[in-house]
């Protein structure tokens, strides 16, 4: 299993550009299952997560190649539309086939996704907006098996905003006879980059980036080619590594709208951050300023970021309150940041972060995604070196982080255990 060693201590300078995004990626490639034909996508990111994806696709009989940055996806003869547990529980993005599968198909079998580290994450509202939409679902051994004659349009009010959950019954929907209104739904922008595609299809999809979509349902769908829009989460998680070093950063890519709390609130912590034409540059002060901050549904402060600017915080001028509201386990990383020296106190979803002088590098490990890129960015702060181990959870969703780092000035490097 490989490692990621940084020596510590180096402010970031330069310029990176941000690679395309992998929770705007997943749901369109899902996407692709609602036409026969080859729909392209084009500057997808290459991580484990999208070869999961495509993984999966191949069991049911879809074709799928990539040539650089360029993916295409043949969902002509899809034959077998089914999602199994040895894939699903490997990613639980997974479940996002289940409203293109049952929508065009008009039956799907995929594995329930189980809890995972950051929280039990349940289904429950993908579930009960299919029933909705005239699917018949049962669990049984672990699956959802879902049968329709042909969805038929409906009103779905979602009792939380939920990503994957909406886009799941945009697909779903996109097919269906008649209109569907979906309410209370998210608002991220990969919904938003999901409505355009599915459009892009000939489906007649409104009101995205609101908590209302409308859906007029039609009767066939085109296959798509689509760019891949910016990852607002490694473009905020880059602006975090300038800012914990010190370092003045041109991150190419990104885009202010999609990052609004998350520039508010490094800004609050004293980095000057302006728009650029082609994205944002921070310049990070010496040592960042404490703030409060809380998790939110987008456009509030993301919980993908959370754990980078609390790394960040760790080594404030003062105490900072963080406050998870979306997922109930989402700071494993704590720990671990408290081996390097940090303090910070956990009392249910809020956590105390008191800013301390200096970090320590250390060997950590991190059970999931966002909380190992926040081990990352303490390194790169650290004096000494840091071990982060179990990559693989950084290669799920971020590409070539360490050459990115590593072309900013850091010192950091892949090692193989
Ligand atoms: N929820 C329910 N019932 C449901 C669906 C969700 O109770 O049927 C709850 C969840 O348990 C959670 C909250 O609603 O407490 C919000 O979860 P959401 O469904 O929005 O999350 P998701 O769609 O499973 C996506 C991203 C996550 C990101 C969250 C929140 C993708 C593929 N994943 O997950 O990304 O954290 O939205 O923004 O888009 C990551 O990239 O590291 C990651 C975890």
Redesign the pocket.
């Known amino acids: 299993m490989d490692a990621i060693e940084i020596a510590g201590g180096k402010p970031l300078h330069g310029e990176v550009k941000i690679s395309g995004s992998?929770?705007a990626t997943?749901p369109q490639i899902a996407a692709s299952l609602l036409a026969p034909g080859t729909s392209i996508f084009r500057g997808v990111p290459e991580l484990a997560d999208i070869r999961t994806l495509g993984r999966l696709l191949v069991h049911m009989g879809a074709r799928v190649d990539r040539e650089g940055g360029t993916l295409r996806v043949d969902a002509s003869a899809v034959a077998k539309p089914e999602a199994t547990y040895e894939l699903v529980k490997t990613m639980?993005?997974s479940v996002l086939v289940l409203g293109p599968l049952v929508t065009r198909f008009g039956r799907a079998r995929v594995s329930l996704p189980g809890g995972c580290a950051?929280?039990?994450?349940?289904?429950?509202?993908?579930l009960k907006g299919l029933e909705a939409l005239g699917a018949k679902i049962e669990l049984s051994h672990g699956y959802v098996e879902a049968k329709a004659d042909r969805l038929r349009g409906a009103t779905i009010l979602f009792d939380?905003?939920?990503?994957?959950?909406t886009e799941n019954l945009m697909m779903a929907a996109a097919l269906a006879d008649g209109r569907s209104i979906l309410e209370n739904c998210?608002r991220?922008p990969?919904v938003i980059a999901l409505a355009e595609a599915l459009n892009a299809m000939g489906g007649r999809i409104a009101g995205a980036g609101t908590s209302v979509i409308t859906i007029d349902g039609v009767d066939a769908l085109r296959p798509m080619d689509v760019e891949v829009i910016p990852d607002r989460?490694e473009a905020g998680t880059l602006l975090m590594a300038a800012m914990i070093t010190g370092g003045d950063v041109l991150v190419r890519g990104a885009k202010a709208d999609h990052l609004d709390a998350a520039i508010a609130k490094l800004r609050e912590a004293g980095a000057k951050i302006t728009p650029e034409s082609d994205g944002l540059r921070v310049i990070a002060p010496q040592k960042p300023t404490a703030v409060d901050f809380i998790t939110a549904?987008f456009p509030g402060f993301?919980?993908?970021l959370q754990a980078q600017l609390m790394a960040c915080l760790s080594v404030a001028k003062g105490a900072s309150r963080v406050v998870e509201t979306?997922?109930?386990n989402r700071f494993m990383h704590v720990q671990e940041l408290s081996r390097m020296g940090a303090d910070i106190a956990i009392d249910g979803h809020t956590a105390v972060v008191r800013g301390v002088t200096r970090l320590s590098g250390a060997p950590v490990m991190a059970t999931?995604?966002?909380a190992s890129a926040s081990l990352v960015l303490a390194g790169l702060r650290a004096e000494g070196t840091t071990t982060v181990q179990r990559v693989y959870h950084l290669d799920r969703?971020y590409e070539a982080l360490e050459a990115k780092l590593q072309a900013l000035g850091a010192n950091i490097r892949r090692v193989k255990a």
């Open positions: 992998k929770n997943l639980r993005a950051i929280g039990a994450r349940p289904i429950d509202q993908h939380l905003p939920t990503v994957t959950g998210a991220e990969e989460i549904p993301p919980t993908d979306v997922f109930e999931d995604l966002r969703g």
